[in-house]
């Protein structure tokens, strides 16, 4: 075992009830935060309100259910680990093209197929260990952080789309936000460290709606949501189709998901055991069958597909809270708040500004994390041209997103976002520019031989 100074609560250890639910808690903020993308969705397929409450419970439940069997480390099932389930973006734009050209059931079968898949590649990706060396897992584990920097900064600036306005009182929330959780973090004893995120939200919150007079009117008309509804159960009885010209652009999608969840796994993993020397990669590949079962199971449900959290693994890293029980809790909670549609809706309206600055906050783990196992190792310059190359062209995604939607489309389909561009890149990088050293291995097994 690791020296307990590692932690607050270690990985199998249970907090105390009150901190157990409070813990809880602050991840379930930063869950809460995407309920967003379900009422986005409904919105872009001019659906009801009926079904945009029915699609937001049963996205709800999808994550929360994922977040429990992700935790409790079932036989083939389950990392173990502190690591949550939302309704993640990487698959909003393909879910949305299929909900335009086959409604609700074609939606339904993309999203049941894209976790089937994920549940195909994790023993692939146990079997692949020997392509993943640290110097790359490190590098995945970075991405993962520097994945969610535009979502992440343009929250903090307020803004919804990149040709808002941006408002001074946005900046300073988000700016007071931010230094409010790095103070409490780096300077903080016990309680005040542990709950860090939980103190410059609230603080950032309450910043907000004194500052500006719509975050109080918006939190205002919160009282006209219901207390308690049930969803529409007829969503769970409509047929499921599936068209083969969405197949290609499902698989990739399916494949960076599981890099993402991968990428998820490896830093949680890092974050709850310190101590282990080599990547162990059965909690991984049992993570990442978790993870595909969640997705499956939000199609079956009619939900928005869900994924692994990056920003509440780094804020299990910020606190030294690994426990993966707090996740256990928090998905039971996300389940029973399901229901009580005006509990969600208030915490939904947290502040962008307050969000972008806890995105930063956990990110900033995920980043250096990564980028600390990364440069651990002994360094030569076949890693500076795989990481160098490798970053240059997976970042560039992200820098020049117009570039790449005017280029062929075997470019588009694997230059889509930096995490899955720059882990494929390394991996074949790493493979390529090591052929000098296996061929130097030939030489030393053929030469005795010859002798004989």
């Given at each position: 075992m690791a020296d307990k100074k590692h932690y607050e609560y270690s990985v199998n250890e249970v907090p105390?009830?009150?901190?157990?639910?409070?813990?809880?808690?602050?991840?379930?903020l930063i869950m809460i935060?995407?309920?967003?993308?379900?009422?986005?969705?409904?919105?872009?397929?001019?659906e009801t309100p009926e079904f945009t409450a029915t699609l937001v419970i049963f996205s709800m439940l999808a994550s929360g259910?994922?977040?429990?069997?992700?935790?409790?480390?079932?036989?083939?099932?389950?990392?173990?680990?502190?690591c949550p389930n939302l309704c993640g973006p990487s698959y909003l734009s393909l879910t949305l093209s299929a909900a335009w050209i086959g409604g609700l059931p074609l939606m339904r079968g993309i999203t049941i197929v894209a976790g089937l898949i994920e549940m195909a590649l994790a023993p692939v990706v146990q079997k692949l260990k020997s392509v993943f060396p640290i110097y790359i897992?490190?590098?995945?584990?970075?991405?993962?952080?520097?994945?969610?920097?535009?979502?992440?900064?343009?929250?903090?600036?307020?803004?919804t789309l990149l040709g808002d306005a941006i408002s001074s009182i946005d900046i300073l929330i988000g700016a007071v936000s931010l230094f409010i959780m790095v103070f409490c973090n780096l300077w903080?004893?016990?309680?005040?460290?542990?709950?860090?995120?939980?103190?410059?939200?609230?603080?950032?919150?309450?910043?907000?709606?004194?500052?500006?007079?719509?975050?109080?009117?918006?939190?205002?008309?919160?009282?006209?949501?219901?207390?308690?509804?049930?969803?529409?159960?007829?969503?769970?009885?409509?047929?499921?189709?599936l068209h083969l010209n969405l197949l290609i652009p499902l698989i990739v999608i399916a494949v960076g998901s599981t890099l993402k969840t991968f990428g998820n796994l490896l830093a949680a993993q890092k974050f709850s055991e310190p101590?282990?020397?080599?990547?162990?990669?059965?909690?991984?590949?049992?993570?990442?069958?978790?993870?595909?079962?969640?997705?499956?199971?939000?199609?079956?449900?009619?939900?928005?597909?869900?994924?692994?959290?990056?920003?509440?693994?780094?804020?299990?890293?910020?606190t030294k809270v690994l426990s993966r029980w707090i996740s256990v809790v928090a998905g039971g909670i996300f389940i029973v708040l399901a229901?009580?549609?005006?509990?969600?809706?208030?915490?939904?309206?947290?502040?962008?500004?307050?969000?972008?600055?806890?995105?930063?906050?956990?990110?900033?783990?995920?980043?250096?994390?990564?980028?600390?196992?990364?440069?651990?190792?002994?360094?030569?310059?076949?890693?500076?041209?795989?990481?160098g190359i490798a970053l240059s062209f997976g970042l560039s995604t992200s820098f020049l997103p117009s570039l790449y939607a005017r280029s062929p489309?075997?470019?588009?389909?694997?230059?889509?976002?930096?995490?899955?561009?720059?882990?494929?890149?390394?991996?074949?990088?790493?493979?390529?520019f090591a052929l000098d050293k296996a061929y130097q291995k030939i030489k030393k097994t053929v030469k005795p031989r010859k002798s004989k």
């Open positions: 105390p009830l009150g901190h157990l639910l409070l813990l809880a808690f602050q991840h379930i935060v995407v309920v967003s993308l379900p009422v986005l969705f409904a919105g872009q397929i001019n259910i994922g977040s429990i069997i992700q935790a409790l480390r079932l036989p083939y099932l389950g990392s173990g680990y502190l897992v490190g590098l995945v584990v970075a991405m993962v952080g520097v994945s969610v920097i535009s979502i992440s900064i343009t929250s903090f600036f307020g803004l903080g004893k016990g309680f005040v460290k542990v709950y860090c995120l939980i103190i410059g939200m609230f603080l950032g919150w309450g910043l907000a709606l004194i500052l500006n007079r719509e975050y109080w009117l918006n939190l205002v008309l919160v009282k006209n949501s219901p207390l308690f509804a049930l969803p529409q159960l007829n969503t769970i009885f409509r047929p499921i189709t101590e282990l020397e080599k990547v162990n990669y059965v909690p991984i590949r049992n993570g990442i069958v978790a993870d595909g079962l969640a997705t499956a199971l939000s199609g079956l449900f009619g939900a928005m597909a869900v994924d692994t959290s990056s920003s509440n693994i780094g804020l299990a890293g910020a229901f009580f549609p005006m509990l969600t809706n208030a915490l939904a309206l947290i502040p962008k500004p307050v969000l972008g600055a806890s995105m930063i906050f956990t990110g900033c783990f995920m980043i250096c994390a990564g980028l600390e196992q990364m440069l651990n190792e002994n360094w030569d310059s076949h890693k500076t041209f795989v990481v489309k075997v470019i588009q389909t694997f230059f889509t976002d930096p995490l899955p561009t720059t882990t494929i890149l390394a991996v074949l990088l790493n493979q390529i």
